[in-house]
Nanobody, 122 residues
């Protein structure tokens, strides 16, 4: 079994920064695209950013220039550096991997972490 575990959420003041991490655990052979999504209270889950296995990135328009996604394939970890945070960035942030293959060649699709809460408030 594989799983994703996020960390790094918390309370931050407007204009501040946070760095989220998400590590995949298990007997992993490869991970395809990883990404971050978020869900604010009363709203639907939305895309924040994606990064492919060859490190191509894609961002939601409202995050461009403020958020940076990166990954360390050796550590099976994806990061989200969030700068210039705004109160409207308050949400639960979820890590996602669209396809993970373990060393037995079992494929897991649409794997989600449990989420980490980011609160931006004075």
């Amino acid at each position: 079994q594989v799983q994703l575990v996020e960390s790094g959420g918390g309370l931050v003041q407007p204009g501040g920064s946070l760095r989220l991490s998400c590590t995949a655990s298990g007997r992993i052979f490869s991970i395809n695209t990883m990404g971050w999504y978020r869900q604010a209270p009363g709203k639907e889950r939305e895309l924040v950013a994606l990064i492919t296995s060859d490190r191509s990135t894609n961002y939601a328009d409202s995050m461009k220039g403020r958020f940076t996604i990166s990954r360390d394939s050796a550590k099976n970890t994806v990061y989200l550096q969030m700068n210039s945070l705004k109160p409207e960035d308050t949400a639960v942030y979820y890590c996602n991997a669209d396809r993970i293959v373990d060393i037995t060649w079992r494929t897991y699709v649409e794997v989600w972490g449990q989420g980490t809460l980011v609160t931006v408030s004075a």
